[in-house]
């Protein structure tokens, strides 16, 4: 097991990485001040069938436990199951010195913390990861929920006391989720270290390479990745708006289809690949990183979505400045920046993008 201290302005706090990692739940409760009176656990269907009797196993007798389970899927990061997680805190008589145990994917993890973050104006959480997205969502302290209108539009940042990230948990994944979460580990790659894209290029020439050793450095050097950008930026001032290449059309893919039929990881590679196609500089690695995502089994864009329906959501993005979309570029793997273009000058681009992916 690996433990990497993530540092922020506001918060240092441990990631604990590996082979039943989920042992150090125990302690890292026994360790915070004040003791909390109880604990509620936010998971949903999937995981809370895998692994909620395994976390209450870790607990024992030692606190009083609530659970609030939801169904899965991102579409399910919603107002209402942010306000029934509130309404459900308070019925249960959850106080400030409580912790809020955030069991699951990327969904479960964003909501219990935007959930903690405001109930009685900011209670402790700890993320306990089930995928390999989450690698990147538990860390950081970004919380939040969706609106019809754009993706986690609506959310606080609150760090968290801790991420408990056992690998073992990830053995479960269906081919689409690990998909979503190794399109994370390549973006952090792209935008940070060549040595590393090109490690995952030597290494995992399909999913069934992505386990043992190959999987915990992936997601070891994907975590210390963002903890060097979060360290400079916690709040999103500047550089840490390069977490979000292929995001900006990554985003608007999920809003187009109602969050169903896609997973945020493949959206993100779409995304990557057309902000990769936007200059001649990076249009023959965008053309390699396509045909290595073929290979691994990533599914070409869906049909039918609308370019004029895509550019407004990417106006509404949370980078969009003035009326114009913010695309994060790269001017080479490692050198990511910010371009910012007027929704006309994307649209015909966009068009042929489509028309060939």
Same mark, same amino acid.
């Given at each position: 097991?690996? /433990?990497?201290?993530?540092?922020?302005?506001?918060?240092?706090?441990?990631?604990?990485?590996?082979?039943?990692?989920?042992?150090?739940?125990?302690?890292?409760?026994?360790?915070?001040?004040?003791?909390?009176? =109880?604990?509620?656990?936010? &998971?949903?269907?999937?995981?809370?069938?895998?692994?909620?009797?395994?976390?209450? $196993?870790?607990?024992?007798?030692?606190?009083?436990?609530?659970?609030?389970?939801?169904?899965?899927?991102?579409?399910?990061k919603?107002? /209402?199951? !942010?306000?029934?997680?509130?309404?459900?805190?308070?019925?249960?008589?959850?106080?400030? &010195?409580?912790?809020?145990?955030?069991?699951?994917?990327?969904m479960?993890?964003?909501?219990?913390?935007?959930?903690a973050?405001?109930?009685?104006?900011?209670?402790?959480?700890?993320?306990?990861?089930?995928?390999?997205?989450?690698?990147?969502?538990?860390?950081?302290? +970004? &919380?939040?929920i969706?609106?019809?209108?754009?993706? $986690?539009?609506?959310?606080?940042?609150? %760090?968290?006391e801790?991420? @408990?990230?056992s690998?073992?948990?990830?053995?479960?994944?269906?081919? $689409?989720?690990?998909?979503?979460?190794?399109?994370?580990?390549?973006?952090?790659?792209?935008?940070?270290? %060549?040595?590393?894209?090109?490690?995952?290029?030597?290494?995992?020439?399909?999913? =069934?390479?992505?386990?043992?050793? !190959?999987?915990?450095?992936?997601?070891?050097?994907?975590?210390?990745?963002k903890?060097?950008?979060? &360290? %400079?930026?916690? #709040?999103?001032?500047?550089?840490?708006?390069?977490?979000?290449?292929?995001?900006?059309?990554?985003?608007?893919?999920?809003?187009?289809?109602?969050?169903?039929? @896609?997973?945020?990881?493949?959206?993100?590679?779409?995304g990557?690949?057309?902000?990769?196609?936007? +200059?001649?500089?990076?249009?023959?690695?965008?053309?390699?990183?396509?045909?290595?995502? *073929?290979?691994?089994g990533y599914a070409?864009?869906?049909?039918?979505?609308?370019?004029?329906?895509?550019i407004? #959501?990417?106006? +509404?993005?949370?980078k969009?400045?003035?009326?114009?979309? *913010?695309?994060?570029?790269? /001017?080479?793997?490692?050198?990511?920046?910010?371009?910012?273009?007027?929704? /006309?000058?994307?649209?015909?681009?966009?068009a042929?993008?489509?028309?060939? $992916?």
């Amino acid at each position: 097991m690996k /433990e990497i201290t993530i540092t922020t302005p506001s918060k240092n706090y441990p990631v604990y990485v590996g082979e039943h990692a989920v042992s150090q739940l125990s302690s890292v409760l026994e360790s915070l001040t004040p003791k909390p009176k =109880n604990l509620l656990i936010i &998971t949903d269907e999937n995981a809370g069938e895998l692994y909620l009797k395994t976390i209450k $196993n870790e607990i024992g007798d030692s606190f009083p436990c609530e659970v609030f389970q939801m169904k899965a899927g991102d579409d399910q990061k919603s107002f /209402e199951n !942010y306000y029934a997680c509130q309404s459900f805190a308070l019925e249960k008589g959850l106080d400030r &010195t409580s912790v809020i145990l955030a069991l699951g994917g990327g969904m479960i993890g964003d909501i219990s913390g935007f959930v903690a973050g405001t109930y009685m104006r900011g209670i402790r959480f700890i993320q306990i990861p089930t995928t390999i997205l989450a690698h990147d969502s538990a860390v950081g302290g +970004k &919380t939040g929920i969706n609106h019809p209108e754009g993706k $986690n539009m609506i959310g606080v940042f609150h %760090q968290p006391e801790a991420v @408990i990230y056992s690998i073992e948990f990830l053995s479960s994944l269906p081919k $689409n989720e690990v998909l979503s979460g190794f399109a994370e580990v390549i973006k952090h790659s792209l935008i940070a270290d %060549q040595s590393f894209y090109q490690y995952l290029r030597e290494n995992i020439k399909s999913l =069934n390479d992505l386990k043992g050793e !190959y999987l915990l450095h992936s997601l070891t050097k994907g975590i210390e990745i963002k903890n060097e950008v979060v &360290t %400079q930026d916690e #709040r999103e001032k500047g550089i840490r708006a390069f977490l979000n290449f292929g995001h900006t059309l990554g985003h608007a893919i999920e809003g187009e289809l109602q969050y169903k039929g @896609i997973t945020h990881g493949e959206a993100v590679a779409h995304g990557m690949l057309f902000a990769l196609s936007l +200059k001649k500089v990076t249009v023959q690695l965008g053309k390699e990183l396509k045909s290595w995502l *073929q290979e691994l089994g990533y599914a070409p864009i869906p049909d039918g979505l609308s370019v004029h329906s895509l550019i407004n #959501r990417m106006k +509404k993005d949370k980078k969009a400045a003035a009326g114009t979309i *913010q695309m994060v570029l790269l /001017e080479d793997i490692g050198h990511p920046y910010l371009a910012s273009y007027q929704a /006309e000058e994307l649209e015909d681009r966009l068009a042929v993008f489509l028309s060939e $992916n």
